[in-house]
């Protein structure tokens, strides 16, 4: 059940957008609060990464599926940009 989880929240993030996070610029800890904060039934912090992925780390895995939705939503949305520097983003309404 555990991936499942972070396919879940991944899915729900693309869906939202990060709407739920107000216009501005975060770092990648802020966004994984308000991540948590918003889902945290999805936020599994015992599921890591190195249990899922083959050169995983010792982080939870719903961040891995965070900061993927975070660089779909790049490509593919106005709402989410890269910020002024490595590991900040951008969240602007459309």
Same mark, same amino acid.
């Given at each position: 059940?555990?991936?499942?989880? $972070?396919? $879940? =929240? ?13 216009? #501005?610029? @975060?770092? =990648?800890? *802020?966004?994984?609060?308000? &991540? ?10 015992? @599921?890591?990464?190195? /249990?899922?992925? %083959? #050169? ?12 993927? /939705? =975070?660089?779909? =939503? %790049?490509? @593919?949305? *106005?709402? &989410? /940009?890269?910020?002024?520097?490595? #590991?900040?983003?951008?969240? $602007?309404?459309?």
């Amino acid at each position: 059940m555990r991936p499942e989880n $972070v396919k $879940v =929240l991944y899915r729900f993030l693309i869906e939202c957008e990060f709407r739920f996070i107000p216009d #501005g610029e @975060y770092t =990648l800890s *802020d966004i994984y609060r308000l &991540v948590k904060t918003r889902f945290p039934e999805l936020c599994d912090d015992t @599921y890591l990464c190195s /249990a899922s992925c %083959k #050169g995983g780390h010792n982080q939870p895995e719903w961040k891995h599926g965070t900061r993927g /939705a =975070l660089f779909r =939503l %790049k490509i @593919y949305s *106005d709402r &989410v /940009a890269r910020g002024s520097e490595r #590991g900040h983003w951008c969240f $602007v309404s459309q």
